[in-house]
């Protein structure tokens, strides 16, 4: 309601009529209309695959579309290409931004204005004057003269926003902008989110974090399966009524339960360190059949955790025992021989192969179980990938599809997949339902609870509090590289409380 007083509210920047777009057979828009208006903030929301990120390309001019319309101020635009929308005002803040590592702030801004015709002359002064000024309108802390390759990967998202502003952008795009964001990184981006919106600008806004469309989104667009669903204003609308637009059925969203005691312990640390990750004094156990939630704020020595377990960086202190036996992680290989599995938190890095099949990327970490004497039981592993396929509800034209032609979510799925398919007696699970839609995180959850169930022990490290107190049998908080407090019977508050420090004061 807020809004509704400002002039331009009602202006229509943007506007995409019966969009089609199709990949081989693969329909991924099927005739998208979708309305941008000055000075909102509009959601996509949709299931993984549903045509979010097709979308926004062509906006962006990355795809070109088979069919429809697309306005731009009232004026139609065809044949539009990355350069184009950029002059036209259109700007997209990716996750891993296109900045000069190597150059400064200052530089990066001035450059990509002097592109587009702002600045025509290398002026230091006025390049310096012009960072400070748009990193002051968004509220980055962030120096003129740092050089990129120092900045966290945030930090250059807010570099990127600063030149979208600069640019005279009004419209800006953002899709999932938050997936590895701290809590104190992501009020900053909701903070320059509105600021852009008080400026007129129009913003679209993607993300499975319907407590984030909530926040910040003026009305939202569900997509289902490359169709628009709706328009509708977030006000008017509840979770269970945006979850069933979404997947067009109720979603369960009850945590499903332990029902047997844990059994003998997997997963034996104690007093764990490593100095290179920061980690010190770690003792805990897995039991198997459990689930073990490690909470604590974005670096806190999470994921560096699951990597010294892992072998990535070896401990070197302490000792670590799997089933009773006193053993030695030196490397992932010696790792995986032990039977543990890890699906890393960063998986648009380290997970899929984007050039092979699905059902191989699916398969890879875990080939030695297709073999039977020396041989390749094709059939058997096309048959255990497209299990795979079924239970996770990975979308894609066909098995040997090849990973890249996943979208982001689907391939977040087939990265988990991978290591499911390895039968491991320790699961570290690293964020696994991050960038995924919420019918396929209850999917997950299931899946996870069932093999507990079939006796393994899982480790899961999660920075959603209701996902890692729902889904944990204890929980684990860390802080500063330290294991401060384990939970029997964890509540949001307590585990709070001892990730941000204040909780220790009643140890
Ligand atoms: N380059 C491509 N080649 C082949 N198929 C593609 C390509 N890009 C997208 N697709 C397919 O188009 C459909 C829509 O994908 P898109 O990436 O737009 O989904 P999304 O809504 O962004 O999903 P997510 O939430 O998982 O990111 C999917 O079926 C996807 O497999
Ligand atoms: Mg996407």
């Known amino acids: 309601m807020e809004n509704m007083g400002r002039a331009f509210v009602l202006k229509t920047l943007l506007k995409l009529t019966e969009i089609r777009k199709s990949f081989g057979a693969v329909k991924a828009l099927k005739g998208v209309s979708f309305e941008l208006r000055a ?28 069919g429809g319309i697309m306005e731009l101020g009232g004026e139609e635009v065809s044949g539009l290409t990355p350069v184009r929308a950029q002059e036209l005002g259109i700007a997209c803040i990716y996750q891993q931004p296109a900045l000069f590592p190597d150059l400064s702030v200052m530089e990066n801004i001035g450059l990509r204005l002097e592109k587009v015709g702002i600045f025509h002359r290398v002026k230091w002064a006025m390049w310096r ?11 980055a802390e962030i120096s003129p003269e740092a050089e990129v390759r120092s900045l ?41 989110v509105r600021n852009l919106r008080a400026k007129g600008v129009g913003v679209v806004y993607i993300s499975h974090r319907l407590e984030e469309i909530f926040a910040l989104a003026d009305r939202v667009t569900v997509l289902r399966d490359g169709e628009s669903v709706g328009t509708n204003a977030v006000d008017g609308l509840n979770e269970a009524q945006m979850i069933r637009l979404m997947v067009g059925r109720d979603v369960e969203t009850i945590y499903p339960t332990a029902e047997e005691e844990p059994g003998e312990v997997v997963l034996e640390v104690k007093n764990l360190a490593c100095a ?38 070896p401990a070197d202190g302490g000792s670590f025992s799997l089933n009773g036996k006193t053993v030695e992680i030196r490397s992932p290989r010696e790792a995986i021989s032990h039977g543990i599995a890890y699906v890393p938190e960063d998986r648009r890095r380290h997970g899929v192969v984007l050039e ?9 970490a875990s080939h030695r179980r297709w073999f039977k004497a020396g041989i390749l039981r094709g059939g058997v592993e096309t048959e255990a990938a497209q299990s795979f396929v079924e239970a996770l509800g990975i979308k894609l034209s066909s098995p ?41 995180k209850g999917e997950i959850h299931r899946l996870v609870r069932e093999l507990a169930k079939e006796g393994l022990a899982v480790l899961m490290i999660s920075s959603d509090l209701p996902e890692i107190i729902g889904m944990s049998d204890r929980v684990g908080v860390m802080r500063e590289g330290r294991l401060v407090e384990i939970f029997d019977n964890a509540h949001a508050e307590q585990v709070m409380a001892a990730a941000l420090g204040s909780g220790e004061v009643a140890r």
């Open 39 to 66: 000075g909102e903030v509009h959601a996509l929301l949709g299931e993984n695959g549903a045509g979010k990120s097709t979308l926004i390309k062509v906006m962006t001019g990355a795809h070109r579309p088979d």
């Open 129 to 139: 004057r012009k960072a400070e000024e748009l990193l002051g309108q968004i509220g």
């Open 152 to 192: 966290s990967m945030p930090e250059q998202q807010l570099v990127e926003i600063a030149c979208a502003l600069g640019s005279g952008a009004r419209i800006v795009i953002m899709d999932e902008p938050t997936a590895s964001l701290t809590q104190k990184e992501q009020h900053l981006l909701f903070q320059v």
């Open 276 to 313: 290179e990750s920061g980690l010190e004094g770690m003792s805990f156990q897995v039991r198997a059949g459990e689930v073990f939630g490690l909470a604590g704020l974005v670096g806190a020595g999470r994921t560096e955790l699951a990597r010294v377990l892992f072998g990535i960086t």
């Open 356 to 364: 092979m099949a699905v059902a191989e990327n699916i398969t890879m």
């Open 400 to 440: 040997a599809a090849p990973g890249g032609s996943l979208s982001g979510g689907n391939q977040q799925k087939v990265s988990v997949a991978r290591w499911l398919a390895t039968q491991p007696k320790l699961l570290i699970l690293d964020e696994p339902t991050q960038g995924v839609d919420v019918g396929a």
